[in-house]
């Protein structure tokens, strides 16, 4: 079967494109339940640290409880359950209540599995490939929960951060020094921007889950591309900012979650990294 993948290259695209459908399935549930995770385990903490008894719940995971409709309990069957096909059979209702299902689900399945191919094709049959997977899926299922908590767990960005060393020390898509380099300087670029901010206003400015991610990316890119990926997430911010701002008339001092244009970022300096940074080299030195 390994075979038959490298030495087709249409096969091998069409079956991570397909694999890339199936985890954003997948994704969807940790974009759900991770931080219903988190709030459970600060609960349970805080009444630890209060010494207040702990109450017995009912185990609550990303495999446990079986997948249900929020609003009769429906038990999501498997036929409801394959990527983009069930959401446009069900014609985007639950089958239980007729209930409308949010149409991010087969979004984040579509978006999975057109990066997931693309993927496959950029880098060939390869560690790169398979390297390359994970992070796509790890920075999806981060987006879509910073922009519904604000929050980027460390359970993604920890291990992220590391795999990314570990893939580079075999230079898979940078040398070893690089990426030290690259997550000592992603932290510290984000860390020193928070204090600079908080002592100049008296304000935070962004979380300390961005500073880990732009870490990862630095983790997993090298150092060189931390420039790029810090202009493309601050660009793009800036145009989401002050649209929401012009347009959907939202408050100045309502927080725009910061981690979705860094994943954005990231994924743009992992698949066009280079030759942008050498034109953006070329444009400076040109006379």
């Known amino acids: 079967m390994i075979q038959l993948l490298q030495d087709n290259p249409a096969l091998f695209v069409t079956v991570c494109g397909l694999l890339g459908l199936m985890v954003g399935s997948f994704l969807n549930v940790v974009i759900h339940r991770l931080p219903k995770m988190m709030e459970r385990e600060w609960h349970a903490q805080c009444a630890e640290l209060s010494g207040e008894s702990i109450p017995e719940s009912a185990p609550y995971n990303l495999i446990v409880p079986r997948s249900a409709c929020p609003h009769c309990q429906h038990a999501i069957g498997a036929m409801e359950n394959i990527p983009v096909l069930s959401y446009l059979m069900l014609r985007g209702r639950c089958k239980g209540c007729g209930a409308h299902i949010s149409a991010r689900y087969p979004i984040v399945e579509i978006l999975s599995g057109i990066l997931s191919a693309y993927a496959a094709w950029h880098f060939g049959f390869s560690l790169a490939a398979g390297a390359a997977l994970i992070m796509i899926w790890a920075l999806i299922a981060l987006t879509f929960i910073d922009f519904d908590t604000q929050l980027l767990p460390d359970a993604i960005t920890l291990p992220l951060l590391w795999l990314g060393l570990l893939l580079n020390i075999n230079d898979t898509f940078t040398s070893l020094t690089n990426a030290v380099v690259g997550a000592v300087a992603g932290y510290l670029v984000l860390w020193s921007v928070y204090w600079l901010f908080k002592l100049v206003t008296g304000k ?48 100045r001092n309502i927080p725009i979650p910061f981690g979705p244009y860094l994943a954005g970022g990231g994924l743009i300096a992992l698949f066009w990294g280079q030759p942008l940074t050498q034109s953006y080299l070329q444009v400076l030195s040109a006379p």
Do not use: C, H, N, R
């Open 204 to 251: 935070e400015g962004m979380g300390y889950g961005d500073f880990k991610l732009l870490a990862a990316i630095g983790a997993w890119l090298g150092w060189t591309m931390l420039p790029l990926t810090i202009l493309l997430s601050s660009l793009v911010g800036a145009v989401v900012g002050i649209a929401l701002i012009v347009i959907a008339k939202q408050g």
